[in-house]
């Protein structure tokens, strides 16, 4: 049986994961990371993007993670998130809305319009986006 | 006679203040349940970042936070959350009593004070009790927001920096349960370090990309995260004990309507009687 670690992802509004997994795969800001156990310690940001929890026995998990920080200790990785949603959370619908309302903005240059604002938001639905389409990729 | 109207009047006044009793423990009641849930949710985040911080307090970096850096105390301050409205019992005063001790302690040891007030209550006290308040914010509402508390916490954090206080004291009430809140006085910054025996060797994170950004971020959502936390907590506090407190209010007009309403009947009872033994009396006379 491989070895396990305990991994618990909070957001400021709730508790959204805590258990053993063998293994996460977040977006840190320096790039993918992928942790298993016994990792050595280890502070880092995390970008807006799928996090994917291995748990015990191969299962795969996918959660939304927009922004926050990932500490890894040895026998505990926790990932402090900013906000974060549950895979079945999320709507697709919507952020595809919120995705092309944001690119229009961004087009629309007579709008007076703070762009770093919307430049995040776009970020933030494309983020959205693609943690969305990675678990329908699994499901097929 | 003039007695039993009086203890009519009575009964019916304090049937009057059972009534407002009676409602505002189940409006209590009601806000509780939603606090409650605000502040269980919040828990967690809270609780862990207290980790991540106790466990970056434990290694040794490279690059020292001075929020992180034990100094020499010479003067400290307090962040006390209180409630904005009374009618809560004792939940206040247990709280303030226990700050007073600490500062007394303080004070004897030759160690200055000052005091960051979130709530009115505490802003009342400290007005009569004296003491050095730098900030107050005095309308701390039932659904706080992490932006109305900045204010007040920033003039203690920049006090931090400026060497003017050297350790700062976060004071609430705990919730515990329903009937129970503690009184807590907990240190903010610099944070205490966890005890633990796994981290007394050596050691350092790996900080990608820079530890100074990662370090001072988390401090910042440390802080936020703890007070906001305190305040939800205190709001939760504030309506358990004040349902509590409504409850005993109510329970107890009820005891005195039975009482007054006992004493009403003896007295009209005897009215009865001393007429009927005035007719009696009357009668054989004649």
């Not at chain 2, 409602?23 to 806000?31: G, I, P």
């Not at chain 2, 959350?81 to 007394?104: E, F, M, P, Q, R």
């Not at chain 2, 509402?141 to 204010?151: H, M, N, V």
Request: a negative charge; aromatic letters at 4%.
């Amino acid at each position: 049986m491989a070895s396990t670690v305990l991994c618990s992802i909070v957001s400021a509004e709730e508790e959204i994961f805590s258990g053993q997994v063998e293994m996460v795969i977040a977006s840190g800001t320096q790039g993918e990371l992928g942790i298993m156990p016994g990792h050595t310690p280890l502070l880092t940001g995390v970008k807006s993007g799928p996090v994917r929890l291995i748990l015990e026995g191969g299962a795969e998990e996918i959660y939304f993670a927009s922004g926050g920080y990932l500490e890894v200790q040895p026998t505990s990785i926790t990932i402090l998130a900013d906000t974060a949603l549950r895979a079945d959370d999320l709507d697709e619908a919507a952020a595809v809305q919120a995705k092309q309302k944001a690119e229009k903005e961004l087009q629309d240059a007579k709008a007076d319009i703070d762009f770093a604002r919307v430049a995040a938001d776009l970020q933030e639905q494309a983020a959205l986006l693609r943690t969305i389409q990675k678990i329908r990729n699994k499901k097929h | 006679m003039a007695n039993a109207k009086e203890l009519r009047k009575q009964i019916g006044s304090i049937k009057n203040t059972q009534k407002i009793t009676s409602a505002m423990e189940m409006v209590a009641a009601s806000k509780m349940r939603k606090v409650q849930e605000q502040m269980a949710r919040g828990r967690p985040y809270s609780d862990r970042i207290r980790d991540v911080i106790g466990h970056v307090a434990n290694a040794s970096p490279e690059y020292r936070h001075q929020f992180m850096v034990q100094r020499e105390v010479k003067r400290v301050g307090y962040i006390v959350v209180t409630t904005d409205k009374g009618l809560c019992g004792g939940l206040n005063v247990n709280l303030l009593k226990a700050v007073v001790n600490d500062i007394k302690h303080k004070v004897g040891d030759g160690i200055e004070y000052d005091l960051c007030l979130l709530g009115n209550k505490g802003t009342q006290f400290f007005r009569s009790y004296g003491g050095n308040v730098v900030a107050a914010s005095n309308h701390v509402s039932e659904r706080p927001q992490i932006s109305d508390l900045i204010g007040s916490i920033k003039v203690m954090l920049d006090a931090f920096e400026e060497g003017r206080v050297d350790k700062i004291y976060l004071a609430n009430n705990i919730f515990v349960n329903t009937m129970t809140q503690t009184p807590t006085i907990r240190q903010l910054v610099p944070p205490d370090a966890i005890e633990d025996d796994s981290m007394s060797h050596r050691w350092d994170y790996i900080y990608e990309p820079d530890a100074r950004e990662l370090i001072e971020g988390l401090l910042t959502r440390f802080i936020e995260a703890q007070v906001y936390q305190a305040v939800v907590e205190n709001v939760a506090c504030e309506q358990a004990a004040k349902m509590i407190a409504m409850k005993n209010a109510t329970d107890n007009a009820g005891d005195l309507i039975d009482e007054l309403q006992l004493i009403m009947n003896n007295a009209r009872q005897a009215a009865i009687t001393q007429e009927l033994s005035e007719i009696v009396g009357g009668a054989a006379a004649v």
